[in-house]
Each structure stands twice: as C-alpha cells, then as structure tokens.
C-alpha cells in the first residue's frame, strides 16, 4: 500500500504504531505536497480525543501560505538561537540512554531550524482561553483538554506516511505569531508541528529508561 492512501486506518498495529511515532525533522520530505485530505481525516480522529468538561475548546491552523510559513519560521530561529545560545549544561550520566541521544536530537533541531520554512504544511493547535495567571489545576485542565488531541493528530499522520514533531520555540513570540496567524486575544497557542511525508521505510522504537525506574506505588520511589 502506498503510504500516502488515507482510506486504510489500520495501516500499523496500534503498539507498533504508539512506538514508533518519532518526531520527524531531517527526514521531512520538503519537495512534496502533503495531500490536503490526509490532513483533514487526521484532524477529524484527533478530535475524538478526550477534553474537559467535554469543552472542545481546540482549534487548529494549517497553514501552507509560503509568506506566512516564513514568517513563521523566522520566529521559531529567533527562539531556536536564544536557545541554543544558553551553555548546556550535561543533564545525564554516561550511562544514562538519553546521553547518547542528545547531539543527534541536537543537530535534527538544527537542522528543521534551517529549513523550516520549506516544510509542506505547519499546523498551529489552539486552544480557548488564556493562562497566563490561572493555578496548577487549571493549567493542568487546560492543557489536558488539548494536547490529548495534538497527539492524537501526530498518530493518526504517522498512520498514513506523514511525519510531524512537536515545537513551541516559536511560543516565545507568541503575541507576533499571533498577528500574523490573526488569532483572537483570547486563544492560546500551544505548539507548531512541522508537517510532510517522511524519507525511508519507518521508525524503530526510541532508547528509552525503563518504566520500573520511573514507576512508583502508592508512594514516592517505592518500586515493586
């Protein structure tokens, strides 16, 4: 099958598919279109994930506009220099998987840095409301009423051949996204995904620490 047919869901097992969903930067097709109805069958199963209070409050802005996705990606290298201009400090141990992950992860970030202005399509979530000065518990509802469905979105893409990958380096410049995108005072912008077919056969799964070293019961670092 080819891997841009969007009439097969079950195009992947649903744990092969859950990981092997990478995020897509240096293998993003720049060259080719993403069709249109790929993104709108993946935006109608994102938005059967779950929300608050069943609000709904999601929206999503694709956009494909060359003006607009430079526009765009200028604000992203603005935030993605700032960024890499504070030293890294080493967060892990040599033993530690992500160790050997992070200049790899460093360069595709780099790279999509570059070129993000090419990529066939950009989707920007929002959701309703602003956050700003609201508690941990309704930060925590807030996000959870939109990320779910983000996520949901990146899964259903990878189903059909389209690679994506979660940013928000361009939320440092939310206000002047904002105005190029014309998105109300009272919408949050939440991230920008990338958007297009992805080069090569598939993804394997990560390097990842072992869930029984992140998993504790009934209280704080107690482990089975």
């Known amino acids: ?35 249109p109805l790929i993104l709108k069958e993946s935006l109608e199963i994102a938005i059967q994930a779950p929300t608050g209070s069943n609000s709904q409050g999601w929206h999503f802005l694709v956009i494909t506009d060359p003006d607009k996705k430079l526009a765009l990606a200028e604000l992203y290298r603005r935030g993605f220099n700032e960024y890499a201009s504070v030293p890294q400090v080493p967060r892990f141990g040599a033993d530690d998987p992500r160790a050997g992950q992070m200049s790899a992860i460093l360069s595709s970030a780099a790279y999509l840095s570059k070129r993000l202005h090419e990529v066939p399509a950009m989707v920007v979530p929002c959701v309703d409301g602003r956050w700003d000065d609201l508690s941990v518990f309704h930060q925590a509802g807030a996000y959870g009423s939109i990320f779910p469905a983000v996520w949901s979105f ?3 893409l990878r189903a059909r051949g389209v690679g994506s990958s979660l940013t928000t380096l361009h939320l440092m410049y939310e206000q002047e996204a904002a105005e190029i995108l014309g998105v109300p005072d009272d919408i949050t912008q939440v991230a920008l995904l990338p958007i297009g077919y992805y080069t090569g056969d598939t993804f394997k799964a990560a390097g990842r620490i072992s869930a029984d070293q992140r998993t504790y019961w009934d209280s704080w670092g107690e482990t089975q």
């Open 1 to 35: 099958m080819s891997p841009d047919s969007s009439s097969d869901i079950d195009i992947i097992p649903p744990d092969l598919l859950l990981t092997t969903t990478r995020s897509v930067r240096k293998r993003i097709d720049f060259d080719r279109a993403v069709d």
């Open 154 to 156: 990146m899964l259903a």
